[in-house]
């Protein structure tokens, strides 16, 4: 089965400060996604990115987080000041252009903000 | 908006068939999937069902569709130890290309030796 990657696996910050997470897709693979799930809660859509540009973003997506494609493969979500409400699990997503595709997870990325 | 609910926790002898049950609200043309969580690790895709259809059936895996109560169930045939994990139903919309997925809270199956 296809694999997507997410480094680091967990990342502990201070309040305030700037991360950011990684994730390598599955080559060919053009659409991406970021999903987060705090503790005990639902999993939740952030972001979907296609053709270097958002395509949709939900609510939680606001001035404080960020995506790109750095180099043309890996994808990154940036919060820029994070706060404690962002603790969670961080889930990359990614899906190819077929229209019975699938969205294949990487294994998340714990964030821990104290 | 959309909505995806489930129970939260299961609980089955090995051996037994586990029965986890989804409800959700969207009305038009659906997938309908389920993934599994083991401890620690990310969102395994199991299976997925479009909402043209009343069954899937793959292996010791069957999902049902009931389309008129918006009700999808996945049966999991001879449990074992090694299906203990969190189970996610959730439902995208296909009319609008590659949108995004609405995820339940997750059911919590252990599986009793």
């Known amino acids: 089965e296809p694999e997507v990657t997410q480094t680091p696996s967990h990342q502990v910050t201070q309040m305030g400060q700037e991360v950011i997470l990684r994730c390598v897709p599955i080559?060919?693979?053009?659409?991406f996604y970021w999903y987060r799930q705090i503790l005990g809660q639902k999993v939740e859509f952030l972001v979907s990115f296609y053709n270097n540009e958002i395509s949709e973003k939900s609510e939680i997506f606001d001035d404080q987080f960020s995506v790109e494609r750095p180099d043309g493969s890996n994808f990154t979500l940036k919060i820029r000041s994070t706060k404690l409400e962002d603790s969670a699990m961080y889930f990359c997503?990614?899906?190819?252009?077929?229209?019975?595709?699938?969205?294949?997870f990487g294994p998340g990325t714990r964030l821990t903000v104290l | 908006g959309e909505d995806v609910e489930q129970s939260l926790f299961l609980s089955v002898r090995e051996g037994d068939s586990s029965v986890i049950n989804c409800t959700y609200t969207?009305?038009?043309?659906?997938?309908l999937y389920w993934y599994k969580q083991e401890p620690g690790a990310g969102l395994q895709l199991l299976t997925y069902i479009f909402s043209n259809m009343d069954m899937k059936q793959d292996q010791r895996l069957t999902v049902l569709l009931n389309k008129k109560d918006k009700h999808l169930s996945l049966r999991i045939a001879d449990t074992q130890t090694g299906d203990s994990a969190i189970y996610f139903c959730a439902e995208r919309e296909v009319d609008s290309g590659n949108t995004p997925l609405v995820f339940g809270k997750g059911t919590r199956l252990s599986v009793i030796a």
């Open positions: 969207d009305s038009s043309s659906t997938y």
């Open positions: 997503a990614n899906e190819g252009t077929g229209s019975t595709d699938t969205q294949y």
């Open positions: 080559s060919n693979h053009l659409y």
